[in-house]
C-alpha cells in the first residue's frame, strides 16, 4: 500500500520511518527545461558554470552537484542553503527551483477476475506486436532470477530501445535479458537527504537488484510470464502471471528501503523518456496534500513523458480519507484499489466451540487450544492498561502473557501490524488476536500464529472472555477462499478525491485489484513476511492496482500503437464497471457504503471493454496548458512544467470543458454548459445516443442527443446544459453521461459542486 511521498506501496501498514539527516544545505532540484546542448558532457559543464556562480569555485560547484539531468530535460539537483537556491532562481536559465521531498512506496486470481483473457483484439496479435510494448518501471528493482521474468519465446529487444543494463551490486548485464531489457538505478538523492544506505543496517544492493520485494511485484503484475503453481507458502496457489506477459520491462530503481527521492525519481525519468519506454508504471508518491503541480517532481516528470507520448501510470495512495488522493495531475492515470473474489480467512475456534472469523495470511499451524488474553489485562510495569492493548514494544507483562494468545487493539491505522505481534512474542506471547475493523479482509503475514478480526467478532470474543474462568482459542491456519460475492469493493486504505489542485478533475480515475495480490518477490525481503523467505508474496495497496491498469494500458498500446496516452486513458475509464459480480454497485469497505466517483473515478477497470471502446476523449499538451490557464497559472508556473515560456490565451476555454473523459465542475454559480468532443474508433458508420443520470437537484440536458459517425476517426462535439435546482451544501452531487451505440458503452462520470442555483 502506499504511505508516503513517493513510494505508494509499502505492503500496507508496512511502514518504516526514515530520518533525514541535519544540515545547513538542502537538497534543491533545479529545473531548466529543454535544452539546447548535443550532449550530456556540455549539458554537466554548463550546469557546474551556473552552479559555480552561488558556491565560488567550479570545484565546489562540482562537489554540491548530485544528478545531471541531461536527456530529455535539462537541469540539476544539487545541495545549496536557502540563500544560494535564491540567488540561482534568479538566473534567466533556470526555470524553476524546487527541494527534494522523499516519496513513498505507495497475479494468480486477479487476471482470471478480470477475465483479460477475453480481450479478443490484443490476443489475435502476433506476438512481435504484443512484445514491442516496453514498460518502464520505477521502483525498488527487481529480482531478475525470478521464473516471472524468463525471456523463452520471446524475440529480439526492440530496436527503439535505447536504454542499458547498467551493473553493479551482484548485477551482472547477464541479469538482462529480451524480458528485462534494461535496468538503472539511483541513490544520490536519497543519500543527500537520509545519509549513506549503510548507516541503515539493512540488506541492499547498489544496483537494480531489489532487495525489498516491492518493485518484482509490482513489475510482475504488469508482465511477468507465466509461472504454474505458484503460491505464497501454499496460499493463493494457482499460475501467476502479470495482465501483458509479453511485454518488455524496462527496470529504474530509485527507492530504498520504502521511500524514494525526488531527485532520482526525475533522474529516471530523464532516462527512461530518452531509452523510449511506452508506458510508465509508477506505485509511489507524495504524502498528503497533493503539491502544486509545478512544483512536483513526479508532476513536471509525468508532463515531459505525456508531451512524448507516454503513458504515465501511478498509484492514488493508501491514505483512507477524503481528499488524500496524490498523482493528481490530469495527465497522470490515477489508481484506486479495490478487492477481487478471493478472500485469505484464518479464523478462530474458541473453547465454547463457536468459530469467529478472522483474516490474515498464516502459514502457522497451532495444535493445541491455548490460554487467551486480553493486552489490556496484562500490562508491564510502567504501562497502563489502555498501552498494554495496543501490544507496543515492553507494554505486556511476560509472567501473564507466556503461552497464550494475546488480544490486541489498533490505535492508529497507520499502525505497522507485524510490530504487535513482534511485542507478544517477545513477551512469551505464542498467537496474536488482532482486533482492527479499519483492516477488514486485509492479509498480514505475523512471526507468530495471528489473525485479524471485526466488531461484531471483537465482541463476540470480549463476551467469551469475560465470561469463561480459562479462555481457550486456537487460530487455524489460513483457507484460500475462491468465487467470493460480492467483489470488487473499494479498498479501506485507498485514498479518495477530491482533486485537492484542481476539483474539477474527478480523481481517482479508476480503481483496479489492490487487494491481498500475490506477484513475485525478492527472496530476501522478509520484513514484512514473518521472517519467512518467499519468491512469491501478497500485499495489498493502490502499489497493486496500479500495475495492473498498467498492464491493461500496454495491451491497449500493443492493439492501438498510435494512440495517444490520453485515448488510452479515456478508453480504460469509459468501459469501466461500476457493478461487480452480484449485479449490484461496487461498495467500500469496510462498512459497505455506496461508493462514488470520490472513491473509483470512472469505475473498476474492464479489459474486454477497454480494447474497443467505441468513442475516446482525446487531448494533447497544448490542452492540457489551456486548462492550467484556466485555472489561474501564472506564466512562471506553466515555465516550471512545461520549461518553456507558455502565454495564455486571453480568454481560455473554462477548465471544465476541457477534453476529460470525466466532467467535473466544482464551483457551479448557477446554469452552466460543458462542451466535450469524441473521436469514433470502429468499423463503417455509427449513430451513438446519450443517456444521463442527473445529478440531484440538477437538471441536465445534452446537446445534440445524438451523434453520427460516417467512419473511423471522426470527431463529433457535443454541450451538456446543467441547470441548478437547488444548491449541494458544499458536497458535490453525481451523474453520469452514457454514449450509447454500436454495441458500446462509453460513460462520464459526472460531478458538481453548485454554490448557487
Known amino acids: 500500500m502506499e504511505f508516503s511521498t513517493r513510494f505508494a506501496s509499502v505492503p500496507f501498514f508496512a511502514l518504516l520511518l526514515v530520518y533525514g539527516t541535519v544540515a545547513s544545505s538542502e537538497h ?75 516519496s513513498r512506496i505507495h497475479t494468480t486470481r486477479s487476471w482470471d477476475f478480470l477475465q483479460v483473457d477475453m480481450a479478443h483484439q490484443h490476443n489475435h496479435l502476433s506476438m512481435d506486436s504484443k512484445s514491442n510494448v516496453i514498460v518502464g518501471v520505477i521502483d525498488s528493482g527487481i529480482w531478475p532470477e525470478s521464473e516471472s521474468f524468463h525471456d523463452r519465446g520471446l524475440g529480439a529487444v526492440p530496436t527503439k530501445f535505447h536504454g542499458e543494463c547498467v551493473t553493479g551490486d551482484n548485477f551482472t548485464s547477464a ?36 532487495s525489498d520485494g516491492h518493485g518484482t511485484h509490482t513489475a510482475s503484475t504488469i508482465a511477468g510470464r507465466e509461472v504454474a503453481n505458484a503460491s505464497m507458502l501454499g496460499m493463493a ?47 509511489l508518491g507524495p504524502d498528503p496534500p497533493q503539491p502544486l503541480y509545478f512544483e512536483d517532481a513526479v508532476s513536471v516528470g509525468s508532463f515531459n513523458a505525456f508531451q512524448r507520448g507516454i503513458l504515465v501510470s501511478a498509484s492514488a495512495g493508501n491514505s483512507f480519507f477524503p481528499s488524500t488522493a496524490t498523482n493528481v495531475a490530469p495527465w497522470i492515470f490515477t489508481i484506486a484499489a479495490s478487492s477481487v473474489d478471493r478472500k485469505f480467512s484464518s479464523n478462530i475456534h474458541l473453547g465454547n466451540s463457536k468459530v469467529l472469523k478472522g483474516f490474515s495470511l498464516n502459514p502457522l499451524e497451532m495444535e493445541k487450544f491455548t490460554g487467551l488474553i486480553a493486552g489490556s489485562a496484562a500490562p508491564a510495569k510502567g504501562f497502563s ?215 473509483y473515478g470512472s469505475g473498476h477497470m474492464n479489459p474486454v471493454a477497454a480494447v474497443n471502446p467505441g468513442l475516446v476523449y482525446d487531448f494533447g499538451p497544448s490542452e492540457v496548458v489551456d486548462f492550467l490557464c484556466a485555472t489561474g497559472a501564472s506564466p512562471a508556473q506553466l515555465r516550471n512544467l512545461t520549461g518553456q515560456l507558455v502565454d495564455c490565451k486571453k480568454s481560455p476555454p473554462a477548465s471544465y470543458n476541457f477534453n476529460y473523459p470525466s466532467i467535473g465542475v466544482s464551483s457551479m454559480n448557477g446554469s452552466v454548459s460543458v462542451w466535450r468532443t469524441v473521436t469514433y474508433y470502429g468499423r463503417g458508420p455509427a449513430t451513438y445516443v446519450a443517456h444521463v443520470e442527473c445529478p440531484a437537484g ?11 459517425f460516417a467512419e473511423n476517426g471522426e470527431k463529433a462535439s457535443f454541450r451538456l446544459d446543467f441547470t441548478p435546482l437547488k444548491d449541494s451544501n458544499g458536497t458535490f452531487v453525481f451523474g453520469a453521461l452514457t454514449w450509447m451505440g454500436d454495441g458500446h458503452r462509453v460513460r462520464s462520470p459526472v460531478a458538481l459542486n453548485v454554490i448557487s442555483v
Request: charged letters at 20%.
Open 28 to 102: 534543491y532540484i533545479v529545473y531548466m527545461g529543454t535544452h539546447p546542448h548535443s550532449d550530456s558532457d556540455s549539458v554537466m559543464k554548463a550546469n557546474h558554470e551556473i552552479l559555480s556562480s552561488v558556491t565560488g569555485s567550479f570545484d565546489d560547484a562540482k562537489e554540491a552537484a548530485l544528478h545531471h539531468y541531461s536527456k530529455s530535460f535539462r537541469g540539476f539537483s544539487a545541495m545549496l542553503t536557502p540563500q544560494q537556491a535564491q540567488q540561482l532562481r534568479e538566473n534567466e536559465s533556470v526555470v524553476s527551483i524546487f527541494r527534494s521531498r522523499m
Open 175 to 210: 541479469n538482462c535479458n529480451r524480458k528485462i531489457v534494461g535496468a538503472r538505478f539511483y541513490s544520490k538523492g536519497w543519500e543527500a537527504e537520509n545519509g549513506p544506505l549503510e548507516s541503515f543496517n539493512r540488506t541492499f544492493f547498489r544496483s537494480a537488484r531489489d
Open 237 to 283: 496457489r494457482g499460475t501467476a502471471r502479470g495482465g501483458a506477459p509479453s511485454a518488455r520491462l524496462a527496470i529504474y530503481k530509485a527507492c530504498w528501503f520504502g521511500f524514494c527521492s525526488d531527485a532520482d525519481i526525475l533522474s529516471a525519468f530523464d532516462d527512461a523518456i530518452h531509452d523510449g519506454v511506452d508506458i510508465l508504471s509508477l506505485s
Open 385 to 599: 492498561p489502555r498501552n498494554a492493548s495496543f501490544c507496543k514494544s515492553g507494554s505486556l507483562d511476560p509472567s501473564l502473557v507466556s503461552g497464550k494468545i494475546v488480544v490486541c487493539k489498533t490505535e492508529l491505522v497507520s499502525e505497522v501490524r507485524r510490530l504487535k505481534a513482534e511485542a507478544v512474542r517477545a513477551s512469551g506471547g505464542v498467537g496474536m488476536i488482532l482486533s482492527d475493523p479499519q483492516a477488514k479482509d486485509i492479509g498480514f503475514q505475523f512471526v507468530i500464529p495471528s489473525t485479524i478480526i471485526g466488531k461484531e467478532e471483537t465482541e463476540e470474543l470480549e463476551r467469551y472472555i469475560s465470561t469463561e474462568k480459562f479462555p481457550v482459542a486456537k487460530i487455524h491456519p489460513t483457507a484460500t477462499i475462491l468465487n467470493v460475492k460480492p467483489a470488487p469493493d473499494l479498498a479501506a486504505f485507498s485514498s479518495m478525491g477530491p482533486n485537492v489542485v484542481t476539483p474539477e478533475i474527478i480523481k481517482p480515475d479508476v480503481t483496479g485489484p489492490g487487494l491481498n495480490i500475490l506477484a513475485a518477490w525478492s527472496p530476501l525481503a522478509t520484513d514484512g513476511t514473518g521472517g519467512r523467505s518467499v519468491d512469491y508474496n501478497i500485499i495489498s495497496g493502490t502499489s497493486m492496482s496500479c500495475p495492473h491498469v498498467t498492464a491493461l494500458a500496454a495491451i491497449l498500446k500493443s492493439c492501438h500503437p498510435d494512440w495517444s496516452p490520453a485515448a488510452i486513458k479515456s478508453a480504460i475509464m469509459t468501459t469501466a464497471a461500476l457493478r461487480g459480480n452480484t449485479g449490484e454497485l461496487i461498495v467500500r469497505d469496510p462498512d459497505g457504503a455506496q461508493a462514488t466517483p470520490f472513491d
Open 698 to 708: 440538477v437538471r441536465t440536458k445534452v446537446t445534440p442527443a445524438e451523434l453520427k
